[in-house]
């Protein structure tokens, strides 16, 4: 049996794409008989994160993490997330002479930019030292490996993304508190903060009523100046579906995610979208005919209330669970056939792939889902 150490800065009770996608993998990763170790804040004492209060930052010993890995005999270790966590088990595999792994999951100089002013001509510079003596760093989408590759990081591999199509359908019994809201109702999903930019989609004329479901910084601001907007609060699960399955349209304003999982789920429910055309939305919905992507998002609104449900349905079953694990797994035991030693960069040959996929404008997630999707 192989074993993997899964080291991440994010996990549960935080409620965000990059936590469904981790958690998700190391359940169908032992479903394939690896035994998987998580490395997560949950294991250490914690601080709340700066103006984040939700996420929570590890606080460690020195060696603490490089001894959880030696002590669950970890055959790999991929390290997901760049914070205290990822620092501590890269600084261990580089010492021990450990072949590793990364994956690139949010667009953090972006981030800052918006929240602190700060360049992300910083963050950049950290990320590609981070990543660099990475064997691999994991991508969701062949844009995203392009502009790693402009940053300094170019050893890049497609690590897409799915969806669980038994629990995320159309048809569901909708939320209570849907009772009596006008139609059409238009949902987002997510993380309440400034980078998300909700408040472009709370702020544009639309015909019905507005949803926003999930927690954040922004949330107490938003409630107060949207009074007429319905914050439902984090959801997860059922109680998450339902919410889905029981709007008529996403509306996606985020201009700074590398995939937006929510996009996915959605779409999933029935649900047509409605997005700025940018990395994210660009990939996943592409010109799928599954949503409508424009610089005015009213417009966008206006045209992707006109879709058909079915034209969604039809776009998730692309984004299959297993096909996504499946490339996690073969960059990870590619990593361990390697005996290149951390330090060295690969070269750019999965670029090639990557780049000539995101300059055609192909659908990277290629794999159909092995799960048929539910007709309504």
């Excluded at 010993?61 to 055959?75: K, S």
Aim: glycine share 8%; charged share 20%; aromatic share 8%.
């Amino acid at each position: 049996m192989k074993r993997i150490a899964l080291v991440s800065d994010a996990w549960a009770p935080q409620v965000n794409g990059v936590v469904r996608t981790l958690q998700t993998t190391a359940r169908l990763l032992r479903e394939r008989e690896w035994t998987v170790t998580t490395i997560t804040p949950d294991r250490f004492p914690s601080l709340a994160c700066p103006t984040y209060p939700e996420i929570r930052l590890a606080v460690t010993m020195p060696g603490a993490v490089g001894r959880m890995i030696e002590t669950a005999g970890a055959d790999a270790v991929h390290i997901a997330t760049e914070g205290p966590l990822g620092l501590a088990a890269r600084r261990h595999c580089l010492k021990a002479r450990r072949p590793f792994t990364t994956s690139f999951h949010t667009r953090f100089p972006d981030y800052v930019q918006v929240r602190f002013g700060l360049s992300p001509a910083f963050s950049w510079r950290y990320l590609s030292w981070f990543h660099g003596p990475a064997r691999s760093v994991l991508v969701a989408t062949p844009r995203l490996a392009v502009e790693l590759a402009s940053h300094g990081i170019p050893q890049t591999r497609l690590w897409s993304r799915g969806v669980d199509l038994s629990r995320f359908r159309p048809g569901l019994p909708p939320s209570a508190a849907y009772a009596g809201l006008p139609r059409p109702i238009l949902l987002n999903v997510g993380r309440v903060a400034v980078e998300k930019n909700i408040e472009a989609f709370l702020r544009t004329p639309t015909p019905g009523s507005k949803v926003v479901v999930g927690d954040g910084p922004a949330l107490a601001d938003l409630r107060t100046r949207f009074p007429s907007v319905l914050f439902m609060g984090p959801l997860a699960g059922d109680a998450l579906a339902r919410a889905y399955s029981g709007a008529d349209l996403f509306v996606f304003p985020s201009r700074t995610d590398t995939f937006g999982l929510v996009l996915v789920e959605a779409m999933a429910s029935g649900l047509p979208i409605a997005a700025y055309p940018v990395g994210g939305p660009l990939d996943v919905i592409g010109e799928s005919g599954a949503g409508v992507l424009a610089e005015n998002l009213e417009m966008a609104i206006r045209l992707a209330l006109r879709i058909h449900p079915d034209a969604a349905l039809a776009h998730a079953k692309h984004f299959s669970w297993s096909a996504a694990v499946s490339q996690f797994e073969a960059a990870v035991e590619d990593c361990l056939a390697s005996e290149r030693c951390p330090g060295h960069r690969t070269g750019s040959s999965n670029m090639k792939t990557l780049s000539g996929a995101a300059a055609r404008g192909q659908n990277f997630a290629d794999s159909p889902s092995d799960i048929e999707v539910p007709r309504r």
